[in-house]
């Protein structure tokens, strides 16, 4: 009263004057300085709003501070505080600008992140559809090569199959004295699949006994095995005076379809005209093809047909 300021006006003056300093000094030097309603880990924008808030704190209490004195220090504590809200004006103003640039480099940074992971995902993408396209490419063609065999397998047996699909033969005299082993090969190319082989071997064959009852055995064999289905094809030789010698004209004809490796299929096979010898017998002394020529003949020829 009478223009004199009370002493609790003087000290919430003399209080709110330093707290405004001290947020000048803050602004001035280092914005992360501790401060009432200020923390470090405070991003732009929170500063500005608690800025906003002391600003809008100091308008208002600035009516208190001048209250009770005289004109001229009235006016002066209005220019101050309007100098002073003026800083933190143009500080809240900077906070705004640095918390937008923030934001604008962020979502910069997101926005290229995003189109790099977009331009993976198409790479990706293309190589997923490329992939589908090959896997669905590969997938046709196993069903068009299944489909084939199918028509191919049903073609053959539907086809009517008349007399010989082929033959192969050879004559020539074989003279020879092995004792064991393989004698005599001719080659066939097979046809096809389901069709069975007949094969012919005419030779003659000697056995000469050495103090002993002896005996050799002629067989054929395909590609190194003999034939297993329907039985294997073989002659034998036995003697069985203690000193002789004898010759005979050996025949060898039967059909075969399979062996110990399976089914005969289409393509180049082998036919060998081997000897041996017999099971639970002593061997002699062979000779094959003596004096006289022999005959080897394969023939391809259609199962339903009269054998």
């Given at each position: 009263?009478g223009g004199e300021q009370s002493t609790e006006q003087r000290t919430?003056?003399?209080?709110?004057?330093?707290?405004?300093?001290?947020?000048?000094?803050?602004?001035?030097?280092?914005?992360?300085?501790?401060?009432?309603?200020?923390?470090?880990?405070?991003?732009?924008?929170?500063?500005?709003?608690?800025?906003?808030?002391?600003?809008?704190?100091?308008?208002?209490?600035?009516?208190?501070?001048?209250?009770?004195?005289?004109?001229?220090?009235?006016?002066?504590?209005?220019?101050?505080?309007?100098?002073?809200?003026?800083?933190?004006?143009?500080?809240?103003?900077?906070?705004?600008?640095?918390?937008?640039?923030?934001?604008?480099?962020?979502?910069?940074?997101?926005?290229?992140?995003?189109?790099?992971?977009?331009?993976?995902?198409?790479?990706?993408?293309?190589?997923?559809?490329?992939?589908?396209?090959?896997?669905?490419?590969?997938?046709?063609?196993?069903?068009?090569?299944?489909?084939?065999?199918?028509?191919?397998?049903?073609?053959?047996?539907?086809?009517?199959?008349?007399?010989?699909?082929?033959?192969?033969?050879?004559?020539?005299?074989?003279?020879?004295?092995?004792?064991?082993?393989?004698?005599?090969?001719?080659?066939?190319?097979?046809?096809?699949?389901?069709?069975?082989?007949?094969?012919?071997?005419?030779?003659?064959?000697?056995?000469?006994?050495?103090?002993?009852?002896?005996?050799?055995?002629?067989?054929?064999?395909?590609?190194?095995?003999?034939?297993?289905?329907?039985?294997?094809?073989?002659?034998?030789?036995?003697?069985?005076?203690?000193?002789?010698?004898?010759?005979?004209?050996?025949?060898?004809?039967?059909?075969?379809?399979?062996?110990?490796?399976?089914?005969?299929?289409?393509?180049?096979?082998?036919?060998?005209?081997?000897?041996?010898?017999?099971?639970?017998?002593?061997?002699?002394?062979?000779?094959?093809?003596?004096?006289?020529?022999?005959?080897?003949?394969?023939?391809?020829?259609?199962?339903?047909?009269?054998?």
């Amino acid at each position: 009263q009478g223009g004199e300021q009370s002493t609790e006006q003087r000290t919430f003056k003399t209080s709110l004057l330093y707290s405004v300093s001290r947020c000048e000094d803050i602004l001035t030097v280092n914005l992360w300085t501790p401060l009432t309603g200020l923390r470090p880990d405070m991003d732009r924008q929170q500063v500005a709003l608690v800025l906003l808030a002391l600003a809008a704190y100091i308008t208002v209490s600035s009516g208190a501070l001048i209250e009770g004195e005289s004109p001229d220090e009235a006016n002066a504590a209005r220019f101050t505080w309007k100098a002073r809200l003026n800083r933190l004006e143009a500080a809240i103003g900077r906070t705004r600008t640095h918390s937008l640039n923030d934001q604008q480099l962020v979502l910069k940074e997101l926005k290229e992140q995003e189109d790099r992971l977009r331009m993976h995902g198409s790479k990706l993408n293309s190589l997923n559809a490329a992939q589908a396209r090959v896997d669905r490419k590969q997938s046709q063609l196993a069903s068009q090569q299944q489909a084939m065999r199918y028509r191919e397998a049903k073609l053959e047996k539907t086809v009517k199959c008349r007399g010989n699909i082929g033959f192969s033969s050879r004559s020539a005299v074989i003279s020879t004295g092995k004792q064991h082993g393989d004698l005599w090969q001719l080659k066939y190319v097979k046809k096809r699949r389901h069709t069975v082989l007949r094969i012919t071997a005419n030779f003659d064959g000697r056995d000469q006994a050495l103090g002993h009852a002896s005996c050799l055995r002629y067989f054929i064999k395909i590609d190194g095995q003999e034939c297993r289905g329907p039985a294997r094809l073989d002659s034998i030789i036995a003697t069985n005076m203690a000193q002789g010698i004898l010759h005979t004209r050996q025949h060898i004809s039967g059909i075969c379809w399979s062996t110990p490796r399976g089914h005969i299929g289409a393509g180049p096979h082998v036919f060998t005209l081997s000897l041996g010898q017999c099971p639970h017998e002593r061997l002699g002394r062979a000779h094959t093809g003596w004096k006289s020529t022999s005959f080897f003949l394969v023939e391809e020829i259609c199962p339903q047909q009269d054998l």
